[in-house]
């Protein structure tokens, strides 16, 4: 954690996995930027992906991290990346370099940029550079989950709408037509909708359409013309580009929809047998994961994936951010049983 790594300032960090990589003879070490892959190869008939991102959002004057309340349930780490996801992290690099020979061959991933743009995301760059670094049969993703299976993603998209008017002095204003006044409409049907709960393969997805920004008008004392609502629809993985798109259409007839942004989801790929196995060795009841991460990013490469990690999600990038010591543990032990017989196991080497 207190090698700082917000996003674009990730080399530090990345020069120190490759190091802690290179020192392990069973792992074959490959980089791209500040993106790396540590690969096995045992000859096992599967291969299985374990990933997590190097980068955090910026320090907000919460590192250098400390641990409180050693020795209590109350025991945590707190800093900035200790749940997003340098918890996650360490328990990939530990599990990378103790085990020596899993039941399955293992392609362990750190890379950059995931708290940016899509188009910088470090993990698209090595599929566009490096296809055959990705292989595998299934993927866990160390994303905080509170030590449990989170299935799938929400897809996400954004739009503007833009609702007209007439400019005019504000000491004149019955000689204009004030656009912000008229975009309560858009406002209200916002406001009035209501949000499906929806269950996919067993899970239960909370979707959301809400308003998250606003801007109109030029000065003080000018009438405005326009003012433009920013919109984020949040979605199941029922659906694909096409009909969330429709849906937000369909709430807000009768208004032109500028679209700026669009992630796909992934659905929960439980039904995998590796992924079933996954579910029995870690344990606890898998529940649906709200928000993107690059699980659907993995499901576009044609490989199911799961979200798991340690920590609270919702503390994620919170300034108070914090990991249970206990996720630790529970997430080491949960992914070396799972990973199999053979070579070292961190189970043996931690505390209860």
Not at 37 to 53: K, S
Not at 77 to 86: N, Q
């Amino acid at each position: 954690m207190d090698i700082e790594s917000v996003s674009g300032n990730e080399a530090e960090l990345a020069d120190a996995v490759e190091r802690a990589w290179q020192g392990a003879d069973h792992l074959q070490v490959e980089r791209d930027g500040n993106a790396l892959v540590a690969r096995t190869d045992v000859g096992r008939p599967q291969r299985v992906i374990i990933a997590g991102h190097l980068d955090t959002v910026p320090v907000a004057d919460n590192l250098p991290s400390v641990r409180l309340d050693r020795g209590t349930n109350q025991d945590r780490i707190i800093g900035r990346g200790a749940c997003d996801m340098k918890s996650g992290l360490a328990v990939l690099l530990q599990t990378s370099v103790l085990l020596t020979e899993p039941r399955w061959d293992v392609t362990w991933v750190c890379y950059d940029l995931e708290e940016v743009e899509e188009s910088r995301n470090g993990l698209g760059r090595l599929a566009r550079n490096h296809p055959e670094w990705l292989v595998g049969d299934f993927a866990v993703l160390m994303e905080p989950s509170n030590a449990v299976v989170e299935g799938g993603c929400q897809g996400t998209l954004r739009a503007e709408v833009t609702v007209t008017g007439r400019a005019a002095h504000s000491a004149r204003a019955w000689m204009g037509d004030n656009a912000i006044h008229h975009v309560w409409d858009v406002l209200k049907r916002l406001e009035d909708y209501q949000p499906p709960e929806v269950d996919v393969d067993g899970l239960t997805y909370r979707e959301g359409l809400n308003a998250v920004g606003i801007t109109g008008g030029i000065a003080t004392n000018v009438v405005p013309d326009a003012c433009t609502v920013t919109i984020n629809y949040r979605f199941a993985p029922d659906k694909d580009e096409a009909s969330a798109k429709a849906e937000v259409a369909r709430v807000l007839a009768g208004y032109e929809l500028v679209w700026t942004d669009f992630g796909p989801p992934a659905r929960p790929g439980l039904d995998r047998p590796l992924a079933q196995e996954f579910v029995r060795a870690v344990g606890g009841e898998p529940a649906p994961k709200f928000g993107w991460t690059d699980v659907a990013r993995f499901t576009e490469l044609g490989i199911p994936a799961v979200n798991y990690g340690a920590g609270d999600p919702s503390k994620a990038h919170a300034d108070d951010e914090f990991c249970p010591v206990s996720d630790l543990y529970a997430c080491s032990r949960a992914l070396t049983a799972w990973l199999g017989n053979g070579g070292t196991s961190t189970a043996d080497t931690l505390p209860a």
